[in-house]
């Protein structure tokens, strides 16, 4: 049976090789090896070696004649996800409009009522933006958890957030951007406040459109930054 130690051994080498993808300490398309990875870490060769077999599982990490790398997304990449996303959380929205009860409607009526708030407080310097930009993303995250759990399709929540994590890096670049999260406020509300009244229907639509624009918006940020097309 495996050890505790060994366990906790490959989870924290897995968090933090992650977290590296994830904060770009480690950019897309670089070589990633054990030996530098083990190093850099203080963590042995084994359990660094099976946390990039589970990235490469995750799609963060991918081999090429016999070299690992970071997943670079391309911009059609990137389509085919959001692609999936319109479709898939367009029906958790409408799942969420119709399950929902008081008590979860009552949460998301604070997270959009907390995210406005922020929204309409941007900082001047770029010190506070980081710290405004980890604010956003974490009221996001409450909001879209609360709407999974209305939902209540398990399933459906693990698929989009193994999703997600493929094109993380780009979404927090993408709310760099200025102006971006004040349009997102309006976004995140069109679809909350159909969820919130219990329309169904209206939910799923508004849901919709914002992953529409998203796509739309993230396929033109892509492209001004050269990404690759395929």
Partial sequence: MESTTKKKSKEEAYELIKDKILTMSIKPGEA?????????????????REALTRLELDGLIVS?????????LTVDEMREILDVKI???GAVARWA?????????????????????????RPESAGQREQYLDRWLELDRQLHAT??????????????????????RLRVVAYTLEGRIVKSVG??????MPIIQQQ???????????????????????RLFHYPQD
Wanted: aromatic share 4%.
């Fill in 147 to 168: 709407v999974f759990a209305m939902a209540g399709n398990r399933r459906a929540e693990e698929f989009i957030q193994k999703l997600n994590v493929q094109w993380h």
């Fill in 64 to 72: 090429q004649n016999g070299r690992k790398k970071v997943y670079a």
């Fill in 97 to 121: 409009a119709e399950k929902g009860n008081d008590k979860q409607r009552e949460n998301l009526q604070h997270c959009i009522g907390e995210m406005k708030k922020l929204a309409q407080n």
């Fill in 187 to 192: 976004e995140h509300e069109g679809f909350v």
């Fill in 200 to 222: 169904p229907t209206e939910a799923e639509q508004a849901m919709r459109r914002h992953l529409q624009n998203l796509k739309q918006e993230l396929t033109d940020t892509m």
């Fill in 87 to 89: 479709e898939l959380e």
């Fill in 32 to 48: 990633v090896t054990e030996q530098n990875l083990s190093a850099q870490l203080g963590i042995g060769r084994t359990p660094v």
